[in-house]
């Protein structure tokens, strides 16, 4: 079965920079600011620390893998407000 993406434009992502700007935006469906804040300085954090990959293939498993996670924090916060 093949889940939605977080939000629409996921299968759009290439890039690391549309990666970020992208999980800045799922942060918009996040239910508190404090929520908000905790997953954008983790969104940071990432960034910096995988800054410096060059390999194509290890980019695009990161930025596969960085969607997945952000459909998985999501869709938990979207449960408990159910």
Known sequence: MHKMPPLPG???VQT????????FRCCKQLP????RQHYKHAIRQNFKVH???DN?????QIIKRAIEDADWVLSKYKNLKQ
Not at 32 to 35: A, L, N, P, Q, V
């Open 10 to 12: 996921a299968e759009l």
């Open 16 to 23: 690391p920079l549309q990666l970020y700007r992208y999980l």
């Open 32 to 35: 508190t600011g404090s929520i």
């Open 51 to 53: 800054a410096d990959e």
């Open 56 to 60: 194509p293939e290890r980019i695009q």
